[in-house]
């Protein structure tokens, strides 16, 4: 073969080539104008697998060549997958929380603490509520530290029914008092929707759990009251389940929303939970909301918090989350992954302090 006839052939591929990509654009266009059409008709914009199937048959019955069936349905299927994509960036790009929507950071000021001012904020407290005395003793340590914020669970959503499952609305009770006496500001968690309304008395930041990150009707009324929310990711949910769940919040018209990555589960047994560190700079880019890191559920370890927490703000993190408390040996829960004061003062100094 001649070098001109070799030549002649690279032109008439490289002409195919751009008018393939100019008809898997054009096809991306139909995709998406096609997802319009059924959200404008009220139909499922879901994965049809029926309407998959027709196409690929079709497609079959006219393949005359060289290529083999299974090469050709191999290379639709992954632009038939491409085509789901970007209906499901065309989704994200259109929430109240996506970037798109607004592209300057959502701002929460939670005692004089501005997530997402640039700045990194702290919230810190016991794993649960157990006496007024033992809230005392964090709430000082935190205030001497010239933090704003304490944290602690009231109502405690546990793995096995026969765990320590909290004080409930008298935990609640002893963090507002303290924290009244302290100036500090209140983060606990609710599990139930009938309780938010209640609940927002005593709390100045209601926290969602991981447990509860799809609890929708919890969402929903959490999107309902005027209290900044602490969305935890959930242990198995993806970065787009737990933007789709901020979104429930934000929908009822409630955009203080501070997300928070606390881990996901993974077959790694050596760590609590696997710390998704890249989540960070994804959910900033993808979303307006400030984004924070509880480093104690994620790592389940105390040796572990400090470089943690220093990678979490390396990458972004707007914020930690860690828990305190007076002697993590005797605590009701979680003992292992709670700092004492030694270790509390450690922390400071290496972190937040610098």
Known sequence: MSKAKLEQLRSELDKVNL??????????????????????????????????????????????????NATIIHLFKEIFKAGLELQEKDHTNDLLVSRKHKNDNT?????????????PHYIFGPCAVESYEQVAQVAEQ???????????????????????????????????????????????????????????EYLDVIQIGARNM??????????????????KRGMSATVSDFINAAEYIHSRGNGEIILCERGIRTYETSTRNTLDITAVPILKQETHLPVIVDVTHSTGRRDLLIPAAKAALAIGA?????????????????????????????????????
């Open 19 to 68: 008018e393939i990509l100019e008809l898997i654009n054009k096809r991306g266009e139909l995709v998406k104008q096609t997802a319009q059409a059924k959200e404008n008709h009220g139909a499922d914009k879901n994965y049809d697998p029926v309407r998959e199937r027709d196409m690929l048959e079709l497609i079959k019955k006219n393949n005359t060549g060289p290529f083999k």
């Open 107 to 119: 701002i929460i000021d939670v005692n004089g603490a501005k997530f997402g001012d640039g700045a």
């Open 214 to 231: 799809q609890n929708f009707e919890l969402l929903k009324a959490a999107g309902e009251v005027n209290k900044p929310i602490v969305l």
């Open 318 to 354: 707007d914020g930690i989350m860690a828990e305190v408390h007076p002697d993590p040996a005797v605590a009701l829960s979680d003992a292992q992954q709670q700092m004492d004061f030694d270790q509390f003062d450690q922390f400071y100094n290496e972190v937040v302090k610098k």
């Open 142 to 200: 935190i205030k001497n530290k010239g933090l704003k914020i304490i944290r602690g669970g009231a109502f405690k959503p546990r793995t096995s029914p026969y765990d320590f499952q909290g004080l409930g609305f008298d935990g609640l009770k002893i963090l507002k008092e303290i924290a009244d006496e302290f100036g500090l500001a209140v983060v606990s968690e609710i599990v139930s929707p009938s309780d938010v309304e209640k609940a927002a």
